[in-house]
């Protein structure tokens, strides 16, 4: 197990709800409920975090906090924040944070499909130069 499996399980056995009690609370797979208390999801997006702590009567800060998501300093940082400081608008912080939350939705990828990913970016990113160069000429 890990730690933020042993809180989300410790809060559900509190609340007295079954694992698809709680995601169907939640909105999400009681699959996902079951991988991350057995600690096969390490890393649960913020977004699945989220989503569990009403339902187990935390705040979601309490929820990113058992997971090592926030520390108690730096309540007003989001992770995305945190791991990316020179990210600088809004839609710079919620692009990355849908990127974050598609990869922990896929953790089954292999290491190939990781490499597919960060060419595809890649592409991505100098097309977007391309264009913004030619736009500015």
């Known amino acids: 197990m890990t730690v933020i499996g042993d809180f989300i ?16 609370i939640a909105g999400i797979s009681h699959t996902e409920v079951h991988r991350i208390e057995n600690g096969d999801r390490e890393n649960p997006s913020v977004k699945i975090l989220s989503a569990l702590a009403e339902p187990l009567s935390v705040t979601k800060e309490e929820m990113l906090r058992a997971a090592g998501y926030l520390t108690s300093d730096d309540n007003h940082i989001s992770p995305i924040q945190k791991a990316f400081p020179d990210l600088r608008t809004d839609k710079e912080q919620k692009t990355v944070q849908k990127i ?38």
């Open 9 to 24: 399980k410790e809060r559900r056995n509190i609340k007295n709800l079954s694992k698809r009690a709680l995601a169907e």
């Open 100 to 137: 974050v939350d598609g990869l922990a939705r896929n953790s089954d990828l292999n290491d190939d499909d990781y490499d597919d990913l960060v060419d595809q970016v890649e592409m991505f990113l100098n097309h977007a130069k391309k264009k913004k160069k030619k736009n500015t000429k």
